[in-house]
Each structure stands twice: as C-alpha cells, then as structure tokens.
C-alpha cells in the first residue's frame, strides 16, 4: 500500500462524517501538499476494491466513503 492510500485510510477511519473524494483531498493536501485529486480517486478505487473502505452512493449526490466497521446507512425518500 502507498504512503497517499495510507493517509486517505487514516483519514477515512478518523472522521467523524462519510466524507466526499473532495474532502479527502483537502484533507490529504493537508499532509502531501503534492497530492492531486487524481490520486485520492485512484487511491480510493484500490481501497475500495481491496476492501479497505466502503463506498456510499446515494442517486444524486456525490460518493462518500467509510470506515468498515458495522452500521447501517438510511436514506430518506421524502
């Protein structure tokens, strides 16, 4: 695993909201300010792909990602 899936994983575990690929790359900007945002979405593909993090889609916003541990997600219709 790079050092940059590295960050965003530890940015993803500490935070306290489902965050958006944008907000990960402010965050990881923080740490690497080298970092492009082609590189959170490619890191968050191997993530997602290897099982690391889990990928929230609601029709009409963008993607957020979480942490792995067990919760529910509701989404309200109305």
Do not use: W
Not at 18 to 24: C, N
Not at 36 to 50: D, G, H, K, P, Q
Request: hydrophobic share 35%.
């Amino acid at each position: 695993m790079t050092k940059n899936a590295r960050y965003i994983l530890e940015i993803i575990n500490s935070a306290e909201t489902h965050l958006t690929a944008e907000q990960i790359y402010l965050r990881l900007k923080e740490k690497n300010e080298k970092a492009a945002l082609a590189t959170v979405y490619n890191n968050l593909s191997f993530l997602y792909r290897e099982g690391f993090i889990r990928k929230v889609s609601v029709e009409g916003c963008p993607d957020r990602f979480d942490r792995m541990t067990r919760h529910d997600h509701i989404v309200c219709r109305r």
